[in-house]
């Protein structure tokens, strides 16, 4: 953010304070959602003063293509067309690039997002004395680290993880391979997972699968949905959620937390929904340290 954007934003928070007497709290979210906006402009090179109606749609689209709730992207559309009406009111625009910007649909089902201490009592009340129980934690905490879908998950090798660079080699839609960062919490949970995964008999062809069922194959997605739907339920969560909740989550706090959109799109390998371009580059470092500063296991 340059030195006007960040007078601008100053003024903007002044003028929440003094003409629209709001609490401190309120204020405080108001500004976090404009943060969102302001760093997914900077990542696209455009000036907030130079936003055209184009550019906000496809903010909105990455935040749905991300699966943010309904609710939250309301929230933030709200707050970022308050800003500019700011911004037009006080003459540094002309025309607010807002006016025909929609908030999203209420109709539009999203899935369930879990909060951080919801996902930290699913994986507390794993028990580690059962069978399989260091191998279900191992999972939900590579699937929420990571933000896989199930069927990532599932094709998992012992090749595919990096443990000296905290990285694991995700094959996705389309048998296109990415790099992603795993939690160091990921990957000690993997690490006590191998002394049980050794002991199975593994059956042929599944040498290199990294998570087993108990007769020495890949484990089903129907597998993990129900390890995921009695978790919850040990968890006293009533949400209707599912493996794909985790990678929803996964995304929604990465954001709340202020991660690069574009670095999170490619975590989860997203192809862009409003371009046919080429995501811009964004390399293996940068990836690393948005998953360390944002993500709630590395806190």
Do not use: W
Request: aromatic share 8%; proline share 3%.
């Amino acid at each position: 953010m340059d030195t006007k954007e960040t007078l601008i934003t100053d003024k903007y928070r002044t003028h929440l304070l003094l003409e629209k007497n709001l609490s401190p709290n309120t204020i405080e979210a108001y500004i976090d959602d404009l943060n969102k906006l302001l760093r997914f402009l900077e990542s696209e090179g455009i000036s907030v003063f130079e936003v055209k109606y184009q550019d906000l749609q496809q903010f909105v689209a990455q935040l749905y293509d991300l699966g943010i709730s309904t609710r939250s992207s309301a929230r933030i559309i709200s707050g970022i067309k308050s800003f500019y009406r700011f911004l037009t009111l006080e003459d540094y625009l002309r025309a607010d690039p807002t006016e025909l910007l929609e908030s999203p649909k209420t109709g539009i089902k999203l899935p369930e997002v879990l909060t951080v201490d919801e996902i930290d009592r699913m994986l507390a009340g794993i028990d580690l004395s059962k069978p399989f129980g260091q191998r279900n934690r191992a999972m939900l905490e590579t699937l929420y680290s990571c933000g896989l879908r199930v069927s990532e998950l599932t094709g998992l090798k012992f090749s595919d993880v990096y443990f000296e660079e905290a990285f694991i080699r995700v094959e996705g839609k389309g048998n296109k391979q990415r790099l992603v960062p795993i939690s160091e919490q990921a990957l000690h949970e993997i690490k006590n997972y191998l002394y049980d995964r050794n002991l199975l008999p593994v059956k042929k062809g599944f040498e290199h699968t990294l998570f087993l069922n108990k007769n020495g194959k890949a484990l089903t997605r129907v597998m993990i949905f129900h390890i995921v739907k009695a978790q919850a339920a040990q968890a006293g969560i009533r949400k209707v959620i599912s493996p794909h909740t985790f990678r929803h989550s996964f995304a929604t706090h990465l954001l709340e937390g202020g991660a690069n959109l574009r670095a999170i799109q490619m975590m989860l390998g997203h192809e862009s929904i409003t371009t046919t371009e080429l995501y811009t580059h964004i390399d293996r470092e940068f990836l690393r340290r948005e998953i360390i500063m944002h993500h709630p296991r590395n806190k």
